[in-house]
Structures are given as C-alpha cells and as structure tokens.
C-alpha cells in the first residue's frame, strides 16, 4: 500500500471512528439530557403532537397532571392540564413550550413523553417510525389528604411562608411535600414573569430548594455526635446562662439561665450554651462536620427526581475556630439546610439510625395501565448505630413529654420531636422535627414556618396535624 492510499485509508478510519463516537455520545451518554431539553424542538412538537403520561397521587386515582385535546386548524394538539392547582404545583412542576419544565415534570420527563426507552413492542414500533406516542403515567407517593393538611397549615400560619415534608422512615416514601406560597400551573404561559418577580417567591419550591439556619433542630445531628463521642443523657451540666469562646459569646434563647441538668434535659429545654459546651470540648469540629455529613449534608439526592439544594456547613472544616463550632452546634453561623433535608434526618433517626432512599415516584405503568416499574425502598446509608439511634430517640421523647414540645403530644401515641427557632435578620424561622409512633414509626415530619417565631408556635401544630392525620388513616 503506498503512502497516499495509507493516509487516506488513516483517515477514513479515523472519521468513521469520530463518527461512531459522536453518535454514542447523542444517543447514550446524552440522550436523557437532549429528549429532557425543552428548547428540543423536536421534543417540543411532540409534546403538543401526542398526550404526555398521566401524573397521579399516592392513591392512584387523584389526577395531577394530564394532556387534553384539542383541535386545530393544523390537527390535533395536546395541552397540559394540572386538576389540583395549586396544591401540588411545586412538586409536580409545570411543562410550558414557552418557559420549559420544572419539578416531576423535568425530573421524569423521559416516561412522561415517551422518549424512555421502548417497554413493549407498540413503543418500539413508533419510536423508530418517528410517530407520535403517548407517554407513561406516573404514581407518586403522596398522600392527597396529608398533602392537604400539610397545605391548609401552611397557609394559616402566621407568616404565610414555609414548607413541610412527611417521610414513612421505614421505605422512603415521600407521603406530603408542600411549598407555600404556591402557584397554579395551569396558566403559566400567562402569569410566569408575573410570578418570577413576585417578592414571596412562589415558583420555588422551599422544601427542597429554600436553605435556612435550621436553628435547634441541628441539636439532634449535635446530640449523635455528642453520643458517638461518649457523652451519656445521664452527664450533669451546670448552665450559667453563658459559655464563652474567644470572640464569641454563647447564650440561650431569650437569655435563659437553667441553672443544674443533664445532657437529655438540655436536648429537651433546648439549651444553646451546654450544646456549645459540649461541641467544643468533647466532639470537635471534625465530628460534628463528618456526623452532619452522614446524615445527608453536603449531598444534593441526585437520584431523587426533583432539584434538592445541599445543606451546607460553611467554610471547610479545618479552617472552624471555637466561635463556629459553639454556633454550629446549635444550627447557627454559616450553617443552612432545607426541610427536605431534615425531613430525612428525623426519618432515619426513627428508623434506628438507617436512611432510606427518598422517594416520591410510586410506579410507572403504560398508558394501558400494564406496570413497567415498581421501584423498592432502599437503603441509603446506615447513619448512625442502633444503640446510637435508640439513645437518641428516647432523649426527643423527653422534648416532647417534659420540654420545650409539649404541645406535640398526641392522646395515646408516644411523639419524638425538636423545636427550632432560628435567629435571623428579622423575625426567627420556626422549626419543627418530630416522628411517631416511637415504638413502631409511621412517619417522620419536618415543617419551617419563614419568620414565624418560635418553633412551638407555628410549626409545632402543623406538624402534629400532620402526624394525626396520617395516624388516623393508618390506624396508628
């Protein structure tokens, strides 16, 4: 072979193989980002050329989403409707031609246009002929009446502004996420600049996305720590009201002095400086930053459909002097975190210590109703030990029973739970973190109301009706 013929067959061989490996990289590595880009143009024709999948609730039968039909000059098109409004708009999202997609929308785009890959032999058949194919339906988690209450809460609270998860700590199951303010999908072709500029931020979706100082909630993943670390319930602390550290000074919330307690006593009255005590001088600062990192700090869920912002610790870990250290111990400082986030904390606390993969999407079926996919809890990671996690329990059975969340009790049911009232620039943010039965538990919550004060106040009473709700229905 002489040298131009061995050039040449050099290059054929050579564009053949870029070839080969632009069209693995479109139809393999980037073929979910391409059918899920809504400035696709092909994507988009076939989103008004043929009915996306149904979106439905836990039960089955609630409808959240579907494409109606309507006529036209050129054929038939497909409009996205959303029956509930407001209800679930920030998990399920909206799917606009004009303004693209959010929430369940985006995040299970693929089976909902029908772009997944083929399940049965129809599916193939219009895949590859180009033809326009409905997509498939998908069951959520939730639970239409506790998503209901966890949004009748919101909205009557003093504020206006928050959010709310519920979890089953023993699958995963997402049984209510809400975000409040909220906004109805069904125009949002019309109204999105309107709602893009609107101060109280209703096209977010708080519970995922929102990050707050999450205050004395952050006492729990504390108290691990402090467990992991030696420290026993039963340890006495002496509270003078203060507790110093070079260039900051430790106090309790409304500057309260409780004088002689143990460990388990100051989990309960939620006490600010003990907490700092103990942070400094038995855990250290490379505890407590790798116990919040177990416990899901830093994570963003990239398996969960929906954008999750990471809770964040602030600056790394080796740069934290005594200052940060008291004040993240108590949720303070350069700390935030979302509810999702915590919701998933109190879950795996409950679940003596195993955190569950979270999960909203129930079931996929075919629009025949034939299930494609099912998908199982799983175990996302074993947080902390079980003789840990049962210590710990029991110290947020005493929060409830004999300390600053009392008003959570519930007539015949053993509550877990822990206030937060994060300081902020303006009024606190109130928390509240709770599960139940303890014995046998049935759901894990956690609610923020935005600068609404105290965490006994406002998010306290959302969260057990939340809890007596499910109780109810579940025969708990």
């Known amino acids: 072979m002489n040298a131009h013929l061995r ?3 050099y290059l054929f061989v050579a564009g053949f193989v870029a070839l080969v490996g632009v069209m693995a990289y479109w139809q393999v590595y980037a073929r979910e980002s391409l059918a899920n880009n809504p400035d696709n143009s092909l994507q988009t024709r076939r989103s008004v050329e043929a009915p996306r999948g149904l979106i439905l609730a836990g039960d089955g039968e609630t409808v959240l989403a579907e494409s109606q039909k309507r006529e036209t000059e050129r054929g038939p098109v497909y409009d ?5 409004g407001d209800l679930y708009s920030n998990v399920v999202g909206y799917w606009s ?3 693209g997609a959010t929430g369940v929308e985006i995040g299970e785009n693929s089976t909902l246009s029908g772009n997944a890959d083929p399940a049965t032999l129809d599916e193939l058949i219009n895949q590859v002929s180009g033809g326009p194919q409905a997509g498939n339906n998908v069951e959520l ?3 239409p009446n506790l998503q209901r209450v966890a949004y009748e809460g919101l909205a009557a609270s003093n504020t206006g502004q928050g959010s709310a998860v519920a979890i089953d700590p023993k699958t995963g199951d997402i049984l209510a996420m809400v975000s409040y303010p909220s906004f109805d999908a069904n125009n949002i072709d019309e109204r999105f600049p309107e709602l893009q ?8 979706n708080r519970a995922t996305q929102g990050l707050y100082a999450p205050g004395s909630v952050m006492k729990v993943i504390t108290a691990a720590a402090a467990l992991k670390s030696g420290v026993e319930p039963t340890d006495p602390f002496t509270d003078t009201g203060e507790y110093e550290t070079p260039g900051y000074t430790v106090v309790n919330y409304n500057d309260n002095i409780y004088g002689r307690v143990d460990f388990k006593q100051a989990l309960g009255l939620s006490i600010n400086t003990i907490f700092a005590k103990v942070a400094v001088e038995r855990i250290g600062a490379q ?3 790798d116990t919040a990192l177990d416990f899901g700090f830093r994570d963003t869920y990239e398996e969960f459909p929906l954008e999750v912002a990471a809770s964040e610790l602030g600056p790394p870990v080796d740069t934290w002097v005594e200052g940060n250290i008291a004040q993240i111990s108590f949720g303070q400082d350069t700390v935030l975190s979302n509810v999702f986030e915590f919701a998933n904390v109190t879950a795996a606390i409950a679940n003596d210590g195993k955190m569950m993969e979270p999960r909203i999407v129930k079931e996929i079926r075919s629009p025949e109703g034939i299930i494609l996919d099912k998908p199982v809890p799983s175990a996302r990671a074993d947080v902390i030990d079980r003789e840990t996690a049962l210590t710990l329990q ?4 005493g929060v409830v029973e004999d300390g600053s969340a009392t008003p959570a009790q519930i007539a015949g049911v053993e509550v877990a739970g822990k206030t937060g009232t994060a300081e902020t620039n303006g009024d606190p943010h109130s928390w509240f973190i709770a599960f139940a039965p303890v014995e046998d538990p049935k759901i894990a919550v956690a609610v923020l109301v935005e600068n609404g004060g105290d965490g006994e106040k406002q998010a306290l009473p959302i969260a057990r009706q939340i809890m007596e ?3 109810k229905s579940s025969g708990g």
């Open 287 to 289: 505890m407590l930053y």
């Open 97 to 99: 031609v004009k303004y």
């Open 197 to 204: 500029q609107d101060p109280n931020n209703p096209l977010l």
């Open 469 to 471: 709700a499910h109780l």
């Open 80 to 84: 996205r409707v959303y029956p509930q």
């Open 7 to 9: 050039r040449t067959f």
């Open 141 to 143: 988690t939730l639970d």
């Open 394 to 397: 029991d110290m947020m059975v």
